[in-house]
């Protein structure tokens, strides 16, 4: 009996001196829509290139990574992002209905107008956002 005791006596000892910061470090992910606003062109779709070099926490790591998306009709695209990590995000207007049109090799020269981004930004995602807006010309 005294062996369960002090098996339990030690068990609440360790969990009472864990760093309580140390459930803070766990890596959240965000599902974010990234909405484009276009005021000329209402039928235009638009390619979303998303990186980041990662970020190191203290024990854990978001590894380098590079994400492209292809907005639907309404200019959306749903994207899961690491909250605390800073992305850079590109567009290009396309004419390409999805990635796998977008890779079409024979079909890629002339859906992808990639001569200068419409518009490329920084994002470092919170607990709190769900949508982000970008206007571009």
């Known amino acids: 009996m005294r062996n369960i005791v002090a098996i339990i006596m030690f068990l609440l000892l360790v969990n009472g001196c864990?760093?309580?910061k140390e459930k803070e470090l766990d890596i959240k992910s965000k599902n974010i829509t990234i909405q484009i606003v276009d005021h000329q062109n209402n039928?235009?779709?638009y390619s979303l290139k998303i990186t980041t070099n990662g970020k190191a926490f203290k024990d854990k790591a978001v590894l380098p990574i590079e994400k492209k998306l292809i907005t639907n009709k309404q200019k959306q695209a749903q994207v899961n992002l690491n909250v605390g990590v800073l992305y850079t995000i590109t567009v290009h207007k396309t004419n390409a209905r999805s990635i796998q049109e977008l890779y079409n090799k024979t079909k890629a020269v002339q859906l992808v107008v990639e001569e200068a981004p419409s518009t490329?930004?920084?994002l470092?995602?919170?607990i709190e956002l769900n949508k982000m807006i970008i206007e571009v010309d």
Do not use: G, K, M, V
């Open 124 to 126: 470092t995602p919170d």
């Open 18 to 20: 864990s760093n309580p």
């Open 120 to 122: 490329t930004l920084e």
């Open 43 to 45: 039928e235009q779709r």
